[in-house]
């Protein structure tokens, strides 16, 4: 069920109906828009008795959500959410298109160090880089753990990049929830029910990626699980799914985003570099993702690719992605959007560093 309050309700108001929701036995979920605030009701097994809410004060209307996914859709919340950042004027959502990038692992202070240089000067809002990897084999190397958050944290305070790392349990959770500005949850882990419950009860924003043969509905319904927990702040992430094709890791399934963003009012970013797994296809993959409405990209760099620990095969020269980030602010303009660096200016296009660097 959906509460949707009068364009004029108070605060107070809104805060009646929550605690009155909260009353029943259920869980209120207010999610502020543009023009109006929707509280989301779950925890409900059955039809709500909507009588005794509709008759509130501030109430314009009870309906019946019908999708499996309710917090998530666009039926509770028409406007896009904008994800924003504590003392930042960086966000992911609306106007601007985020750029994260970074190495696929943090493998020593010199080599992320090199890298954040390198992507922060060409316009990168945003640093990745795995502490902790979840490998196919249990003898590839499996990240520095709370070494490498603290590398990172580095990062942050030297260049004023945002750091987004990804959890693969409890323990790494807290850790990165404690280091990182946005938590990643990797494919793998993406109807890992129980983790997503708890980065729902996190502090920091989610980055959610798309799991390795998800369905669309599966997608939301992990979304879902997060937002079900209190955690309204989710970006979503296309990285390929398993599919028959050879000539690539994965596939890239671009057209997801529109049908994301049909659905949902959350944002939805594109991983080129996992969607592909080869070096060549990255550009012209970041450049159809702009193009089609994606908002951001993540995309792995790394300035000693034959030599990474991991995913050197997908991960672009530093030089490669300048001549990526020239690219996608060209097709960015003709969108209307723009691609702010990590103060928050925006770069003309034709510009290759960052101001006063």
Known sequence: MLVVMQAQATEEQVRAVCQKIEALGYRAHSMPGAQRTAIGITGNKGEVESGSLEEMPGVQEVIRVSKPYKLVSRDTKPDNTIVKFPNSRVAIGGPDLAIIAGPCGIETRDQAFTIAERVARAGAQFFRGGAYKPRTSPYSFQGLGEEGLKIMAEIRDRFGLLIVTEAVDYESLDLV?????????????????????????????????????????????????????????????????????????????????????????????????????????????????????????????????????????????????????????????????????????????????????
Not at 264 to 286: A, E, F, Q
Not at 329 to 352: F, H, K, M
Request: proline fraction near 4%; include cysteine; hydrophobic fraction near 40%.
């Open 177 to 357: 929830d404690q280091y990182a500005d946005m938590i990643q949850i990797g494919a793998r882990n993406m109807q890992n029910f129980s983790l997503l419950k708890r980065a729902g009860r996190a502090r920091k924003p989610v980055l959610l990626k798309r799991g390795i043969s998800a369905t669309l509905e599966e997608f939301l319904m992990a979304a879902e699980y997060i937002m079900s927990e209190g955690n309204y702040n989710i970006v979503l992430c296309e990285r390929g799914v398993r599919t028959f094709a050879d000539h690539t890791r994965n596939t890239l399934d671009l057209s997801i985003v529109p049908a994301v963003q049909r659905l949902s009012h959350l944002p939805i970013i594109v991983d080129p570099s996992h969607g592909t797994g080869k070096r060549n296809k990255v550009t012209p993959l970041s450049r159809a993702a702009v193009a089609v409405g994606a908002d951001g990209l993540i995309v792995e760099v790394h300035h000693d690719p034959d030599r990474a620990l991991s995913d050197g095969m997908q991960s672009l020269f530093p030089d490669q992605f300048d001549a990526l980030m020239q690219q996608v602010r060209q097709i960015a303009a003709v969108l209307g959007r723009t691609i702010p660096n990590a103060a928050g200016q925006s770069i003309l296009v034709g510009e290759s560093r960052m101001s006063g660097s």
